[in-house]
């Protein structure tokens, strides 16, 4: 290696050790871990702390000879990473530090096919601003956004998002957010966020993520790598053909899964009123034994374990974790879930799927997104000093 790439290499290979320990590690036990020597760790160590990467703690006193050890832990007015969610019926921001901890989050319940999508960065960049201001006040500094929306994302364009009624939506600018102006930003699919942010939670290494709300998204992940397929845009599990002959699609197709699992739908088949908390609702209702709430989700979960069978024989892949709406719902979505992926899927017989609900709930997307920020600066924590923001003020 060039010996600044070993450098850059040795930077992260610090910082990870350090953000993954389940205690503060000293710089000694940091170099018996990593391979590297006592004195390239002190002087990678002293970088990280210039840097507000990590911190030291005080030393901490031993019996026997040699000097007392040192906890090095990530630091507490460092870095943090801005995930913001695009919803059809919400607007979202969080703030997660460079351990995952949540810092801030704040959610905002607007209908976004009312308005058009320079209101919707208006309004999100409303909170975002919220968002800089209150990690400021806790010493931290957002080194980046990014934005979860429901759509096909490509470069720095949605190319569609069915549900918003959007089709080739740009990018906001930091400029369009009428917010946090300085911080660089990004856009990616709800979905695979959602699955980036569970796999970092919970550490599973293949699955396939399905977020329920007014749309069905998807999220793939193998060996521990987001699958986004050609041009990014794998999981839409949503859009899978339950029956030809179905009610229209938003997205221009008929008899999308999103028209018989999707949360308008369940609504509808419920007999709930429109406009209603359509969560509480169906939990209330599937609680209380009402008939037509029950008939509703067990329909939805027929029609999720038809999708999920295809995919699950498609990618061999032996967890569906659930999450949105859905990870809510599990109890009385589940049967009729395995039920199917034990009538269709080929291996069932001998490795069956197992179907889990999400750790992350419905904040999935969103701490995913924040994660998405964060993941950058541990990957490459060089980098990040290079061209590190000026601190908050």
Known sequence: MRQRSLRDHNLALVLRHVTAANRPPSRAEIAAASGLTRATVSTIVDELIVGGLVAELEPVSRS?????????????TGPAGLGMEVNVDY??????????????????????????????WQALGELADQAVA??????????????????????????????????????PRPEDLGGPRHLPLDVANEATLAALGERHATGLRSFLYVSGEIGIGGGIVLDGELFGGSHGWAGEIGHVTIDPQGPDCHCGSRGCLEQYAGEEAIRAAAGLRAGGAVLPDLVD???????????ALEHAGTALGVALSGA??????????????????????????ERELARRVITAGWAPAKVRASALGSDA??????????QAILDDPARFLATRPAPAV
């Open 91 to 120: 607007l979202a921001v969080c703030a997660v530090d460079l351990t995952g901890a949540v810092r801030h989050r704040q959610v905002r319940r607007l209908d976004q096919r009312e308005h058009s999508p320079a209101q919707t």
């Open 134 to 171: 209150a990690v400021a006040a806790q010493g931290l500094t957002p080194a980046g956004g990014v934005i979860a929306v429901p759509g096909l994302v490509e470069g720095d364009t949605i190319r569609i998002a069915p549900n918003l009624g959007w089709q080739q939506v740009a990018l």
């Open 285 to 295: 209702g599937a609680r209380q034994g009402s008939g037509s709430v029950l008939e």
């Open 365 to 374: 997307a969103l701490v995913g997104a924040a994660r998405a920020v964060t």
């Open 312 to 337: 699950v024989n498609l990618l061999d892949i032996g967890t569906v974790v659930l999450g949105g709406h859905y990870a809510e719902l599990i109890d009385w979505l589940r049967p009729a879930i």
């Open 64 to 76: 026997g000879v040699g000097r007392p050890g040192t906890g090095i832990v990530p630091a507490g």
